[in-house]
């Protein structure tokens, strides 16, 4: 009897353990197939790319393929609903954004909630915004505009990269800040928005970094001022707009998540090795040529970036009554 007892201890003490246990062994032979990483935007933007070389070095660290799968549509909603509809097992991940921080108040109804529904897995990069005009403008500064703006209320003309996008808030932020008025002409993207920028069809546009970099080496377009607290080592001779709005920040960032539920264990072997490769010179100097930012970190940290990102940009939406295009 007390062999048998023996035994039984033995046996209730080993399930005990066994949850534990399995869950290490999955993630540490995970992965075991191609595993998706979908992106809401065409193929060929930044996004795309920022998504294909992450994919890059987590298929040559993890011995399988990271398949990028672009879904564009819905600011991003198509793609992220697919995602938190997926099992969540860390076969399917979501390249995230800013985008979808601003959707959370941007759209009155959707079929999720992003901070709820999702689990963050690490922050990749960050990109700033450039305040840019067609070199004809007379404003060559920012306190200049702001003083041409308070002159002529409402006769110019802000292009975005459509309502409710990251350059639309980052615009409507400046102007609510600034305390000016514009008239908001919303495009699909960045490009065209940059086309007629340097068209003159517009005056302004809170352009990324990646977007306008060319253009304006090239100079077509004048840069007034980068959005970030610090300058950016792609324009190190353009002032910050905090110098002329103290306070004043608007950064797009990018990172992967994954459906709600997908194990811990996953989740942080995935951010342990996107910040080996943040880490690494030659990620940063790729990154670097695109105007963005690595941005390493725990997921802890990229949990409150997200909270803090749909609380800011909450305030911006409401005071600019943006409503979906």
């Known amino acids: 009897m007390r062999l048998r007892r023996r035994q039984f201890l033995h046996l209730a003490a080993g399930a005990t353990t066994l949850p534990a246990v399995s869950r290490i062994a999955r993630a540490q032979i995970y992965p075991t197939r191609p595993v998706r990483i979908i992106v809401g935007f065409p193929a060929g933007g930044v ?14 660290r993890l011995g399988q393929q990271f398949v990028i799968e672009n879904r564009p549509g819905a600011a991003t909603n198509i793609a992220t609903e697919a995602v938190i509809r997926a099992p969540a097992d860390g076969y399917t991940l979501l390249l995230a954004n800013a985008t979808n921080a601003i ?14 529904d999702v689990v963050p897995i690490a922050s990749i990069v960050e990109t700033p915004f450039v305040m840019v005009v067609n070199p004809s403008f007379s404003a060559k500064t920012v306190p200049e505009f702001i ?3 308070k002159a002529n209320p409402g006769k110019l003309s802000m292009a975005s990269a459509g309502s409710g996008s990251a350059p639309h808030v980052a615009g409507e932020l400046f102007k609510m800040m600034a305390d000016i008025k514009m008239l908001h002409v919303p495009y699909r993207g960045d490009a065209p928005a940059i086309t007629d920028l340097i068209g003159g069809q517009v005056q302004v546009y809170f352009a990324t970094m990646g977007g306008s970099i060319e253009y304006i080496r090239g100079g077509k377009l004048r840069p007034l001022a980068v959005t970030t ?11 910050t707009m905090a110098d002329f709005l103290p306070g004043y920040e608007a950064t797009a960032w990018l990172g992967l998540v994954a459906p709600k539920n997908t194990p811990a264990e996953i989740a942080e072997k995935l951010n342990k090795e996107i910040n080996t490769a943040l880490a690494d010179p030659r990620t940063k100097a790729r990154f670097a040529e695109l105007g963005l930012t690595v941005l390493p970190g725990s997921r802890a940290d990229f949990e409150k970036l997200i909270a803090n990102d749909t609380e800011k940009w909450a305030k911006v939406i409401k005071f600019a009554g943006a409503k979906p295009d």
């Open 47 to 60: 996004t795309d790319i920022i998504a294909r070389v992450t994919g890059q070095w987590l298929s040559e």
């Open 103 to 116: 959707n959370a108040t941007l759209y009155e109804r959707l079929n999720f909630d992003f901070i709820r």
């Open 147 to 149: 003083e041409y703006a």
């Open 229 to 239: 607290t610090t300058r950016s080592a792609a324009l190190p001779d353009i002032p």
